[in-house]
């Protein structure tokens, strides 16, 4: 089983997020929790890909067209830490 952790600043945008997106969040997280990342690959509504520049070694996967999970594996098999959800930029 794996143990996902979220960042303090995500508390405040609880609030402001679609509640579908909260929905596809719960999702993601339950994937994750019981069958580590490595799952994502298998839904391609997720789009799960390996980031690059500033956010090299962070992975990100979509919740809708616009959101996006931004995540870091930090323990192999243990530990995932959500560090952001933001709309993405186009």
Not at 21 to 29: A, I, R, S, T
Not at 41 to 63: A, I, P, Q, Y
Not at 70 to 89: A, M, T
């Amino acid at each position: 089983m794996w143990r996902v952790v979220e960042h303090q600043r995500l508390e405040r945008k609880w609030l402001k997020l679609p509640r579908q997106v909260l929905k596809k969040y719960e999702l993601w997280k339950s994937l994750v929790r019981y069958n580590g990342p490595g799952i994502l690959r298998n839904f391609r509504g997720f789009h799960d890909e390996t980031l690059k520049g500033e956010w090299k070694g962070f992975r990100s996967s979509r919740l809708n067209l616009q959101f996006r999970v931004i995540y870091e594996v930090l323990e192999k098999e243990v530990l995932v830490r959500v560090e952001d959800i933001n709309p993405h930029e186009y």
